[in-house]
Nanobody, 126 residues
Framework: QVQLVESGGGLVQPGGSLRLSCAAS????????IGWFRQAPGKEREVVSC????????LYADSVKGRFTISRDNAKNTVYLQMYSLKPEDPAVYYC???????????????????WGQGTQVTVSS
């Protein structure tokens, strides 16, 4: 049974940091592309960052470049999203997602992914 479980969300002050984790089970992480998406109330789900678990290729949305870092630990079947310098526009439910079709333009759209976690809430407030 394929499962993705996010953790690490919470409340942080502007400028603060959080590290999200996405623990995968039921499949081998290195055969998949993992994406982090976020969805704020009233907005569409948007890509934040992606990683090709096989070769480590990464992609970042312009809004998070230089502030967020995606990484993976294939031995632990886990992908991380380290978030620094969090801004008031970052709050959302953050989801991780997985698909096995390699690196291509589809990695930036939610419907390109087969499996999703339940999401973890990130709140930025003073």
């Amino acid at each position: 049974q394929v499962q993705l479980v996010e953790s690490g969300g919470g409340l942080v002050q502007p400028g603060g940091s959080l590290r999200l984790s996405c623990a995968a089970s039921g499949f081998t992480l290195r055969d998949y592309v993992i994406g982090w998406f976020r969805q704020a109330p009233g907005k569409e789900r948007e890509v934040v960052s992606c990683i090709n678990s096989r070769d480590g290729s990464t992609l970042y949305a312009d809004s998070v470049k230089g502030r967020f870092t995606i990484s993976r630990d294939n031995a632990k079947n886990t992908v991380y999203l380290q978030m620094y310098s969090l801004k008031p526009e970052d709050p959302a439910v953050y989801y991780c997602a997985a698909h096995p079709r390699g690196w291509g333009p589809w990695i930036q759209v939610a419907h390109g992914y087969d499996y999703w976690g339940q999401g973890t809430q990130v709140t930025v407030s003073s």
